[in-house]
């Protein structure tokens, strides 16, 4: 299984990016399997973002972040999109693409991860 995350980049605050994370060596059928995000600032705890299941379930761990972030996935490339919008400095960390055996194990029980996409947001 290997996740290739993009998309990461430096953005002014308020701005909108859009995050991909393609998988390979897995397939989402429809049996419970779950990719999803979770991202670390420098200095911080890791903090789960989003998860979304292949049978149709998506969860977000944080309140305010759901407001700003979507998650999506595109069964015929196999890829994850993480949609940021209204971006604030406090968004700035890295973010990790991460595939789980279920929904139940996000945001850090997975099995896999990618190497992480650096986002920085500016003031």
């Known amino acids: 299984v290997q996740l290739v995350e993009s998309g990461g980049t430096l953005v002014q605050a308020g701005g909108s990016l859009r995050l991909s994370c393609t998988a390979s060596?897995?397939?989402?059928?429809?049996?419970?399997?779950?990719i999803g995000w979770f991202r670390q600032a420098p200095g911080k705890d890791r903090e789960g973002v989003s998860c979304t299941s292949d049978n149709g379930n998506s969860k977000y761990f944080t309140e305010t972040l759901k407001d700003r972030f979507i998650i999506s996935f595109d069964n015929a490339k196999n890829t994850v999109y993480l949609q940021m919008k209204n971006l604030k400095p406090e968004d700035t960390a890295i973010y990790y693409c991460?595939?789980?055996?279920?929904?139940?194990?996000?945001?850090?029980?997975?099995?896999?991860r990618g190497q992480g996409t650096q986002v920085t947001v500016s003031s």
């Open positions: 060596g897995i397939t989402f059928d429809g049996f419970g399997l779950a």
């Open positions: 991460a595939a789980y055996r279920g929904i139940e194990y996000c945001p850090f029980s997975y099995y896999e």
